[in-house]
Nanobody, 128 residues
Framework: QLQLVESGGGLVQTGGSLRLACVAS????????LGWFRQASGKEREGVSC????????EYEDSVKGRFTISRDNAKKTVYLQMNSLKPDDTAVYYC?????????????????????WGQGTQVTVSS
């Protein structure tokens, strides 16, 4: 059982930066792989990034590679998404999600359907 709360969204201009945080409540945070998703108005939800349970591998959607960085702090039960060089196309509600991982899957990112805990989202708006 895990509860997730996102924060850090806001309004920025093109080229600006934001750092999103997702704080978890519950036990065994370090057993979860974590992901960030976003959903723009009128569009489907898409995966942005993930970080494995073991913290040895990360993945990024092509459009954010080189601009976004995912990280986790297990002591704080928090996953972050550092977003730099923001573009208007990054405007969306950003959600964090968690998926419990076994030792066998600790080094892999979950499939979307494997994420079983979701936050409520935080709005990111990038103006030109």
């Amino acid at each position: 059982q895990l509860q997730l709360v996102e924060s850090g969204g806001g309004l920025v201009q093109t080229g600006g930066s934001l750092r999103l945080a997702c704080v978890a409540s519950g036990s065994n945070f370090n057993y979860y792989a974590l992901g960030w998703f976003r959903q723009a108005s009128g569009k489907e939800r898409e995966g942005v990034s993930c970080i494995t349970r073991s913290d040895d591998r990360t993945e990024y959607e092509d459009s954010v590679k080189g601009r976004f960085t995912i990280s986790r702090d297990n002591a704080k039960k928090t996953v972050y998404l550092q977003m730099n060089s923001l573009k208007p196309d990054d405007t969306a509600v950003y959600y964090c999600a968690a998926a419990i991982r076994s030792l066998a899957t600790r080094d892999s990112c979950p499939r979307t359907v494997e994420y079983n805990y979701w936050g409520q989202g935080t709005q990111v708006t990038v103006s030109s």
